[in-house]
């Protein structure tokens, strides 16, 4: 298995070691991604690029993703954000796989309102196969907002390009956060699942004295448990029972506080290092802020 390591800094860049003519902007190309390919002897090959990624593939390309269940079979948007590492995992042909990708450097959205609130989409920092699988009518939509971007730097650029790219891109990003949510509600029964291993597993963590041994757990630790990425598990559980991940571990944390101060005599600061906090005053603030009242004052009212 190849062990290179590659490294994609500029649009230009990709377009030649991809074989392509030179992009007609510096900062975002459109690609048809039945023009790529994928050879046996880069399989293996991981590296990332500092570059963001939005791409629609049809289904042909779908098993990679690993999914156990498709909503629909007619394509798949998936994105990417700069430096996060890729694997090339399955070889394929120009023209096996039909679709589109648009690649675009942080630049072009610099000092927009898309380049202040880019991280709001969370569904960059979802795992491939956590990708969003599209109807023929979202699909469409999509499509629409990327010819728009095409359109745009295919032509003459001037002192309005960045902004009409920008806000393409920005339209293009909100119909897919409401294409998520459609997901997240369509496989609701399948994401309850995950509340339910999501809870047992924060369970088994304090059963196990972990809080105390090992501190507060990350959300790391559970979204590896369940396979899942971290931004993902946490917008499960935000769409399920409104409290993202680390929302879940605070409030577990602060229940547990409150029976050891109804149910022990231990002092405050007892109880905040079991519960993996290194710090009693930050845990008193903590606790303060999520009941209202100072560990102390919760005891002697109750």
Known sequence: MPSELFTIKSISQLHQLSGFESPTHPLISV?????????????????????????????????????????FDEGVLFFYAPN????????????????????F?????????????????????YAVHEALHLSDAEQQILTDCMQL???????RVDGHSQLVISSNLELLLNHSQRFYERQFHTRSAHHSDYVSQFEQQLKSYYEADQFKTEGIPSVDYFSSKLHLSSSYLSDVLKKETGLNAKEHITSFAIDKAKN??????????????????????????????????????FRQLN
């Open 149 to 155: 971007i095409e359109r745009e730097i295919a032509g």
């Open 105 to 125: 450097h942080p630049d072009i959205i610099r000092n927009t309102h898309l380049g202040k609130t880019i991280d709001k989409f969370n569904f960059f920092s």
């Open 260 to 297: 050891r101060l109804l149910g022990s005599t231990a002092s405050v600061s007892e109880i905040a290092y079991e519960l993996g906090f290194n710090y009693p005053h930050y845990f008193s603030r903590l606790f303060k802020q999520k009941t209202g009242k100072t560990p102390n004052e």
């Open 84 to 103: 996060q590492v890729q694997t090339v995992v399955k070889a394929y042909k120009k023209g096996e796989v039909n679709g589109w990708m648009i690649v």
């Open 31 to 71: 690609i048809d991604i039945a023009q790529t390919e994928t050879l046996e002897s880069h399989l293996g090959m991981s590296g990332y690029m500092d570059l963001y990624v939005i791409g629609l593939k049809d289904s042909s390309c779908g098993n990679q993703y690993g999914r156990n269940h498709y909503d």
